[in-house]
């Protein structure tokens, strides 16, 4: 079984609607991350949280929302979803302060008409 | 601000030849640097990293790096590529004392292999 799994795989919704997308780890890692991935762009982080208690803003963070329900399981959610979030979602996870590794999931394609 | 900038957006090999993909990187501290690659349809798994002493690095599947400080790079090399290569590959930096946290991602540069 993948260590971060991703559901949806693939979402098409309509301009306006609320979207979550969700992520779970089985890895027992205390920080995770979300990036959406953009032709050219590369990677750019959306949000993160070291723990349960703690969520930060990443670089692109309007227009985005996150929860951290458990250690596990880090949601993304688009209170309104808009074109140009159409894009291929991340979610990573790492391990403690010292860790040189972020381990990602399968992503999801996200499509807004 | 830390960056980092991929020169080519695509690069085309033959296989058995060299593989030369270009990082360089933007910051006010010595960083640590890394290699991620990402096959279709999947997500990004480290190939190697750059944190501190010897400045070649090796990684998985035969590709390595070197950090030169001189010239802010840390580009990633293969002797001889294979079909297997083909891929996307991201390099990325962090400040050393995030070490894998708050990550800033290249652009990306697309490996095609010709037969």
């Known amino acids: 079984d993948a260590d971060v799994t991703q559901t949806p795989r693939n979402r098409i919704t309509k301009t306006g609607k609320r979207i979550m997308l969700e992520c779970s780890q089985t890895?027992?890692?205390?920080?995770m991350y979300w990036y959406r991935q953009d032709p050219g762009l590369g990677l750019r982080l959306i949000y993160y949280s070291f723990d349960v208690k703690d969520i930060n803003k990443g670089e692109i963070s309007d227009g985005y929302s996150v929860s951290r329900q458990a250690q596990a399981k880090f949601s993304l959610s688009l209170e309104s979803a808009i074109p140009n979030q159409t894009a291929l979602y991340f979610c990573?996870?790492?391990?403690?302060?010292?860790?040189?590794?972020?381990?990602f999931g399968p992503g999801t394609r996200l499509t807004v008409t | 601000a830390q960056s980092v900038t991929q020169l080519g957006s695509h690069v085309s090999v033959s296989e058995g030849a060299l593989v030369l993909l270009r990082c360089n990187y933007s910051?006010?501290?010595?960083?640590?640097l890394f290699w991620y690659v990402q096959y279709p349809n999947q997500g990004l798994q480290l190939l190697l990293k750059?944190?501190?002493?010897?400045?070649l690095v090796k990684g998985i599947n035969g590709f390595e790096a070197e950090f030169k400080k001189s010239e802010t790079s840390f580009h990633l090399t293969k002797p001889s590529a294979h079909m297997s290569d083909a891929a996307e590959y991201f390099c990325a930096v962090s400040k050393p004392y995030q070490g894998a946290q708050k990550l800033v991602f290249g652009q990306g540069t697309r490996l095609t292999i010709n037969p």
């Open positions: 890895k027992g890692h205390d920080r």
């Open positions: 990573a996870t790492s391990d403690g302060a010292s860790s040189y590794e972020q381990y």
């Open positions: 750059y944190t501190t002493g010897a400045t």
């Open positions: 910051s006010s501290v010595p960083p640590y």
